[in-house]
């Protein structure tokens, strides 16, 4: 199977930056898609945003379209999220994860641990 391992997570002031990294480890020769999803407390986990295996396609949810940034480095094994214009709602525990995308839309079937990412109003 897959093993991904988020890092990156922290403490951030409203409007800062910070880049998240998930490092994918076991059959990384297969051409997976990836993608970022979300969860604050009490709400259900969202989808973030995915890159397709070449990078010649990304998808965001509107909320961060402008303002995350996803991209990969296969030779690392590594996808990466750049977030700036933080604001207090992206507060959450953020996953990765390996899958597919069907029509634009991503499903995501191995997943990481998460990483915390708290944003200071």
């Known amino acids: 199977q897959v093993q991904l391992v988020e890092s990156g997570g922290g403490l951030v002031q409203a409007g800062g930056s910070l880049r998240l990294s998930c490092l994918a480890s076991?059959?990384?020769?297969?051409?997976?898609?990836m993608g970022w999803f979300r969860q604050a407390p009490g709400q259900e986990r969202e989808f973030v945003a995915a890159?397709?295996?070449?990078?010649?396609?990304?998808y965001y949810t509107d909320s961060v379209k402008g303002r995350f940034t996803i991209s990969r480095d296969n030779a690392k094994n590594t996808i990466y999220l750049q977030m700036s214009g933080l604001k207090p709602e992206d507060t959450a525990v953020y996953y990765c994860?390996?899958?597919?995308?069907?029509?634009?839309?991503?499903?995501?079937?191995?997943w990481g641990q998460g990483t915390q990412v708290t944003v200071s109003s």
């Open positions: 994860a390996t899958g597919f995308l069907t029509a634009a839309v991503f499903k995501g079937t191995n």
């Open positions: 890159i397709t295996w070449s990078a010649s396609n990304t």
């Open positions: 076991g059959r990384t020769f297969s051409r997976y898609a």
